[in-house]
């Protein structure tokens, strides 16, 4: 099993931008699919963004050509950079990581957009 530990969350500007990263440990992190996923408040969890292992992306139409998904499997990280950053992608964030149909989450990390 992997365990995933989120970090770079805060409060920025509508228009700035954050980079948020996911640190795993404990199993071959290379072979996951590891995705971003958020829960504003009073909301569900929603999907924001996935790479898989072999590099290929998707995102949710919310932040299509805002975010960006990127891992560095050298160091079993995986980040979002948040670009344009509004109001609405205030949320909690948390890091997924799936592989062999298990789902692992971070802890969470709190994004808030506000002037």
């Known amino acids: 099993q992997v365990q995933l530990v989120e970090s770079g969350g805060g409060l920025v500007q509508p228009g700035g931008s954050l980079r948020l990263s996911c640190a795993a440990s404990?199993?071959?992190?290379?072979?996951?699919?590891m995705g971003w996923y958020r829960q504003p408040p009073g909301k569900q969890r929603e999907f924001v963004a996935a790479?898989?292992?072999?590099?290929?992306?998707n995102y949710a139409d919310s932040v299509k050509g805002r975010f960006t998904i990127s891992r560095d499997n050298s160091k079993s990280t995986v980040y979002l950079q948040m670009n344009s950053v509004k109001p609405e992608d205030t949320a909690v964030y948390y890091c997924?990581?799936?592989?062999?149909?298990?789902?692992?989450w971070g802890q969470g990390t709190q994004v808030t957009v506000s002037s």
């Open positions: 997924n990581g799936y592989l062999a149909l298990r789902n692992y």
């Open positions: 404990g199993s071959i992190f290379s072979a996951y699919r």
């Open positions: 790479i898989t292992s072999g590099g290929s992306t």
